[in-house]
């Protein structure tokens, strides 16, 4: 660490502004006598108890000026690996300020953003996946979401990657093996190999198992993604389909105006809801037709640029319209060119014989079409369907039973991407004409992708980027 990473950083926990109770953290050498500084215990102490609250004041000088509980927990085992202390106190601003001024002139400084995470990282308490976890679990807008973030924290997807590195370890030091003793193999000499040097087929073998686990953590990149980030929804249709109304029976709320008045909504709409545990960012839209209202013909424009932007389009119709209705959502679908489900709305309205002839004009029109869903935004009828089908269509499986070895951030893909394309090359120059040193090259290459995934191997531009978006008392 640096000079100044070794400095005692003083931060609030918790949200800032009024509040029951609010918690300021400490950690660094001086943690401790800050903490004797500003507070005095109920009992008298030869010495603080470790990880035990103690009930309290705290003190400006000899006035007291709040009660509270403070607890230490002492270096190395704590959550940066440094002396911590953590002053619980009433939420009030003055309260608060009055600590925070109190530890700033017993020696503290000002944590910046993402201070403690990072000094856990820089002692070994976490790996950097498990860092970026934290950040993601405060900031989950869905208790999937969080779910996902607190497995990666606990390490479960680290260890997933660690089983991808220990394979990768393994067909490396069998091809430094074949480097070093190409005639023989002497147990127990060379690269870690416990035994003879694998054969073609078994090296085959061991990279078609690396290969699964990095393809399995691709695919998950895109319901990964939508957990964390969120998925644009798009709501699209003729004007009156109803697009406004099941926005609102969505939300459960009266967001966006309806009326029976063709283009009532000229502009976007947008609101964030759970579906299934993904959140999603519904947008609704003015209705698609030709109209020479300059006004409208924006509107309309404006609805398939939010299409063409969005993870998902539910193209809305009105069930009594026709076959009419189903010919022409078909044909605007394809010219949108994004993934779509039809959402047949006003079932209140219509008949099991209507609702057949409605599914087989979208078969006849749309052959390779999801199976459509049918609603009714007024009365709520089909809308539990309606969100597990989108949920399943964005996250692939319906709800990401499994979050624990699922990629979630850029960074992660990215690497991932990038060890893969490392083994891919691995694997054909070993199947192929290529010397085995290039071959350890290839395999050298994959584990530096792993390595700065982990955190293993970083800079400080690295760092700074990732803790940079984190709360400054986390």
Sequence with gaps: MSEFERETIVALSTAPGRGAIAVVRLSGAKALPVL???????????????????????MD????????????HQAPDSVTGEDVVEMHCHGGPAIVGTILRLAREMGARPAVEGEFTRRAFLEGKIDLVQ????????????????????????????????GVW???????????????????????????????????AELAGLFAEIEEALERLIESYRSGRILREGARVAI?????????????????????????????????????????????????????????????????????????EADLSLMVLDITAGDSEVAWAVREARALDCENLFVFNKMDKATLQTQERARAALRESAPDAQEAVF???????????????????????????????????????????KCLEAVRSA????????????????LNEAQAALAELLGRDYGKALLDKIFSTFCIGK
């Excluded at 405060?138 to 607190?150: F, M, P």
């Excluded at 694997?427 to 290839?442: C, F, Q, T, W, Y």
């Design 236 to 308: 699209l249709g003729r004007p009156n389909a109803g697009k406004s109304t099941l926005l609102n029976a969505l939300l459960g709320a009266d967001r966006a105006i309806t009326s029976e008045i063709p283009g009532t909504t000229r502009d976007t709409v947008e609101e964030v809801c759970d579906f299934g545990g993904a959140p999603v960012r519904l947008i609704d839209t003015a209705g698609l037709r030709d109209t020479g209202d300059p006004v409208e013909l924006e509107g309309t424009e404006r609805a398939r640029k939010a299409a063409g």
């Design 61 to 72: 000088g000899g006035q007291a000026f709040d009660e509270g509980l403070a607890l230490y």
């Design 375 to 417: 609603i009714s935004a007024l009365t709520g009828e089909g809308l539990p369907k309606l969100r597990g089908e989108v949920a399943r269509v964005l996250m692939d499986e319906g709800g990401l039973s499994g979050t624990e070895s699922v990629l979630t951030r850029e960074r992660h893909h990215g690497q991932i991407a």
């Design 131 to 162: 860092a970026e976890a934290v950040a993601d679990l405060v900031a989950a807008q869905t208790e999937k979401a969080a779910r996902a973030a607190l497995n990666h924290l606990e390490g479960r997807l680290s260890q997933a990657l660690e």
């Design 166 to 200: 220990e394979k990768i370890v393994e067909a490396g030091a069998h091809i430094e093996a074949a480097i070093d003793f190409p005639d023989e193999f002497e147990p127990g000499a060379g690269p870690t190999v416990s035994g003879a040097p694998m054969g073609s």
């Design 36 to 58: 004797t500084g500003i507070f005095r215990p109920r009992k008298k102490r030869s010495a603080f108890p470790k990880g035990r609250p103690v009930l309290g004041r705290f």
């Design 427 to 442: 694997r054909a120059g070993a199947e192929g004409d290529i010397s085995p040193e290039l071959v350890a090259v290839h």
